[in-house]
């Protein structure tokens, strides 16, 4: 897997998560923050993301994560912190009392490229890292996590802030799909278009691959419902597999309970609070 691919599986990992557990992250640049018994500014985290820039490797020594796949941190609401690794999405409980953080062994999901050994290196090293958390600091949109030694483990930046695009007035492509339980993405088979327009009337319409569909549709700040989808009925048969993804997809739509925008990508949640469609605005 090239550093390109890498990118869009940590932009994947991102919304999946980010969806998954109904976070709504806070990309503004400063938040309340009150020193802490030692004079340090620390701040509350529920609700921030940060991009690593320096890990303890093996060796004891301070690395950067390797170019194009630096790992992602979110941290939930809801006591939950989520992400990518690199390649790898994961999720883990954690808890904050005052400056101190304990980070609950971290669950992920395995996919390695076969020639990308220092990734995999690289994604254990971190995820050992996070779970031996102890403390932790905020200082001048750096986030820096320490061990119970004190000793400096990991290092993050603040995420930057993105422009996100209206839900309507949008025409949005699909790029990944979730399979029946939200356990594998896939992409559009080669060749397909899938669109998704929402128009102000209260309806939405595209094309699914290779019929076109409409239904009506109601939305609130982050809630979204589509009901009694109605498609042409034209049937292909080239590429391979365009009239299979084409039920897949108006299921999952049919399923959509709310969204996320972050950024130019549209992310589809079913009841479940899992991510189920994940949309491109057109360049």
């Not at 304990?102 to 669950?107: L, Q």
């Not at 290779?210 to 009694?228: K, M």
């Amino acid at each position: 897997m090239g550093r390109e691919g890498q990118n869009i599986l940590a932009k994947t990992a991102f919304l999946i998560i980010l969806a998954a557990c109904i976070v709504s992250v806070a990309w503004t640049g400063g938040a309340d923050t009150s020193p802490d018994e030692s004079s340090r500014v620390t701040e509350p985290l529920a609700g921030t993301a940060w991009n690593l820039v320096e890990f303890r490797a093996d060796n004891g020594s301070i690395a950067a994560p390797l170019s194009g796949a630096e790992p992602l941190l979110i941290f939930g609401e809801s006591g939950t912190v989520s992400g990518s690794a690199g390649c790898n999405l994961y999720t883990a409980s954690y808890r904050i009392n005052g400056s101190t953080i304990s980070v609950e062994p971290v669950i992920a999901t395995a996919a390695y490229p076969a020639n990308e050994q220092e990734l995999a290196q690289q994604e254990k090293r971190y995820c050992e890292l996070l779970v031996a958390a102890a403390s932790y600091r905020v200082e001048d949109g750096r986030l820096t996590i320490t061990g119970p030694s004190g000793r400096e483990l990991l290092a993050f930046a603040r995420a930057e802030q993105p422009e996100n695009l209206p839900l309507l007035e949008t025409e949005w492509h699909l790029a990944h799909y979730t399979n029946g339980n939200g356990s594998t993405v896939a992409s559009p088979v080669p060749g397909t278009d899938i669109t998704l327009v929402f128009d102000g009337d209260g309806t939405v319409s595209g094309s699914a691959g290779c019929n076109a569909y409409s239904a009506p549709y109601r939305v609130n700040e982050t809630g979204l419902a589509v009901e009694r989808v109605i498609a042409t009925k034209a049937s292909c048969t080239e590429p391979a597999g365009i009239m299979e993804q084409e039920q897949a997809y108006l299921d999952l739509l049919r399923s959509a309970a709310g969204y996320r925008i972050v950024g130019d990508t549209l992310a589809v949640i079913d009841g479940n609070g899992r991510a189920i469609l994940f949309f491109e605005a057109e360049a």
